[in-house]
């Protein structure tokens, strides 16, 4: 079994930076490091989306048109944490940030992810 675990949410304003790290504990020896990871938002209203995914060497990467050149992904395994930074937030960002791990592939579908945690809320004020 994988447990992940979000951390660094919080409020900000428009404009402004924050950074979301994942750490990952249990059984990660064969899942984290050789598996893809990804996070994901849900906004209230709307449905859960894709926010970036990467590969298990960090050395390939995708993110969403709706973040892309504000967010960024990556992940440190020596220590088994995720990370997503996050600048140029805006209002519309605003909801619960999950972190994925366990898919395949390089791919923003929720449904190729095994393994999640159970959310940081960020708020992003105008």
């Known amino acids: 079994q994988v447990h992940l675990e979000e951390s660094g949410g919080g409020s900000v304003q428009a404009g402004g930076s924050m950074r979301l790290s994942c750490a990952a504990s249990g059984h990660t020896d064969n899942t984290i490091n050789i598996r893809y990871m990804g996070w994901f938002r849900h906004a209230p209203g709307k449905e859960r989306e894709g926010i970036a995914a990467?590969?298990?060497?960090?050395?390939?990467?995708t993110h969403a048109d709706s973040v892309l050149g504000r967010f960024t992904i990556s992940r440190d395994n020596a220590k088994n944490t995720l990370y997503l930074q996050m600048d140029s937030l805006k209002p519309e960002d605003a909801g619960i940030y999950y972190c994925?791990?366990?898919?395949?592939?390089?791919?923003?579908?929720?449904?190729?992810?095994?393994?999640w945690g159970q959310g940081t809320q960020v708020t992003v004020s105008s």
């Open positions: 994925a791990a366990g898919a395949v592939t390089l791919t923003l579908r929720s449904r190729a992810y095994a393994y």
């Open positions: 990467i590969s298990p060497s960090g050395g390939a990467r």
